[in-house]
């Protein structure tokens, strides 16, 4: 099997664990009772044939959840995207931000990615749940 | 003009103020240094025909960005929904809860359109924004 196809199988092996747990909450990140962190990075993408963005955006993820300190993951693209990573401390989130900038450094083209990106890092202070009866 | 469909004309023109602009960064939320607050709304839909979901959840957008202390949202639906509202403070934050729970509680399909969600209220600390140049 290529490389890279190896690489993104099991890739999705590894998102299994977040994004295809059976049940009503599949995609959603169970998070402990606050306080916890958040970092919500929305994007507006200048998309390009070939430019990698998909793998590298699910290798980031990847690396996040590899990551001490990581408490789960919720990702949205449409028009825009949205990726909200969940942290039990700053210190983790720091820890997190050294490996992505290593290993994106690989990408040349991460350049070309976004036409716009905003970056938030926010302490969680409260948090509330539901989840359907019987699903 | 029937009357829903007036409304949502109205609504297609408030948003305009924050999804239509244009350039880079439109759909993305142009907020003031930190610190500032979040509210992060993440969702798994029940989706039914007719049930009035996409009008309402329009409607409560609309209905944050008339709040004093409002400061942007950005929303994404696709398998799951995340639409971030942005806020000067924690008391805004609970004007617009107060008036959005009346309003939600003229539709009684509510209960039904979610199969669950995740609501995190979350202090933004840092924030780091990046637009292309020349668009």
Do not use: C
Not at 33 to 46: G, Q
Not at 95 to 101: E, I, V, Y
């Amino acid at each position: 099997m290529p490389v890279e196809a190896e690489r993104q199988n099991e890739t999705r092996r590894f998102f299994g664990r977040f994004f295809e747990t059976a049940g009503a909450e599949a995609g959603l990140a169970h998070t402990p009772e606050p306080p916890y962190w958040a970092v919500i990075f929305s994007t507006r993408r200048d998309e390009q044939p070939g430019d990698q963005y998909d793998q590298t955006a699910q290798r980031m993820i990847t690396l996040a959840s590899q990551q001490p300190g990581f408490l789960g993951v919720e990702t949205v693209h449409a028009d825009i995207g949205i990726t909200v990573s969940y942290w039990t401390d700053e210190e983790s989130i720091a820890a997190w931000k050294r490996d992505a900038d290593h290993a994106f450094a690989q990408y040349e083209g991460r350049t070309r990615w976004y036409d716009a990106y905003e970056l938030r890092v926010a302490r969680v202070e409260r948090a509330h749940s539901f989840v359907r009866d019987g699903t």
